[in-house]
T-cell receptor, first 113, second 116 residues
Framework: AQTVTQSQPEMSVQEAETVTLSCTYD???????LFWYKQPPSRQMILVIR??????QNATENRFSVNFQKAAKSFSLKISDSQLGDAAMYFC??????????FGQGTTLQVKP | DGGITQSPKYLFRKEGQNVTLSCEQNLNHDAMYWYRQDPGQGLRLIYY???????QKGDIAEGYSVSREKKESFPLTVTSAQKNPTAFYLC???????????????FGEGSRLTVL
């Protein structure tokens, strides 16, 4: 079965510090995308970053970067210089071989001023 | 601007009533999805459609129904058979589905349904 696991239900970080959210997944596919989505209190789901599995280079979007380890099936999100606006629920997601996007259970990130 | 529009944002329903949540997209996406989210929980797939006039059940389809008569529209009906319908419902679309290289999902702002 294809699954996505986020083992940290809640995390907190001090403003301006760095935090890493973990995600592991299970798949037999060789080419795929992986996604991190952010859901702020407004509940709108926003794409944070995308990683293509065939690319060895880790994706980076401004203060957000990933540590993608394909062999270990690990896809963690690093947020640098954390800001108050980063407080949200973060979901890791993987598209199944039938096109459905499978989401992890989410990690609630608290940013302390 | 292109995007996904869900309506209504808030909806109250009496027990035993059917309600329909609207989802419209002007992104020219082939695939559309409905997810349910309960407080503090992740997203669970209700139904999805990869092409007009075709749709598949997701993980929690019981008590729900959908139609896909037009590419732009994918309404969700919450029927009286759904035992615990109070939740936040998210509609999404993507450029294509059906393969492991499915693109990212674009989401609407969601609809909150409360059963009185």
């Amino acid at each position: 079965a294809q699954t996505v696991t986020q083992s940290q239900p809640e995390m907190s970080v001090q403003e301006a510090e760095t935090v890493t959210l973990s995600c592991t997944y299970d798949t037999s596919e060789s080419d795929y995308y992986l996604f991190w989505y952010k859901q702020p209190p407004s509940r709108q789901m926003i794409l944070v970053i995308r990683q293509e599995a065939y690319k060895q280079q880790n994706a980076t979007e401004n203060r957000f970067s990933v540590n993608f380890q394909k062999a270990a099936k690990s896809f963690s999100l690093k947020i640098s210089d954390s800001q108050l606006g980063d407080a949200a629920m973060y979901f890791c997601a993987y598209p199944s071989n039938t096109g459905k996007l499978i989401f992890g259970q989410g990690t609630t990130l608290q940013v302390k001023p | 601007d292109g995007g996904i529009t869900q309506s209504p944002k808030y909806l109250f329903r009496k027990e035993g009533q059917n309600v329909t949540l609207s989802c419209e997209q002007n992104l020219n996406h082939d695939a559309m999805y409905w997810y349910r989210q309960d407080p503090g929980q992740g997203l669970r797939l209700i139904y999805y459609s990869q092409i007009v006039n075709d749709f598949q059940k997701g993980d929690i389809a019981e008590g729900y129904s959908v139609s896909r008569e037009k590419k732009e529209s994918f309404p969700l009906t919450v029927t009286s058979a759904q035992k615990n319908p109070t939740a936040f419902y998210l509609c999404a679309s993507s450029k294509k589905g059906g393969t492991g290289l499915a693109g990212e999902l674009f989401f609407g702002e969601g609809s909150r349904l409360t059963v009185l």
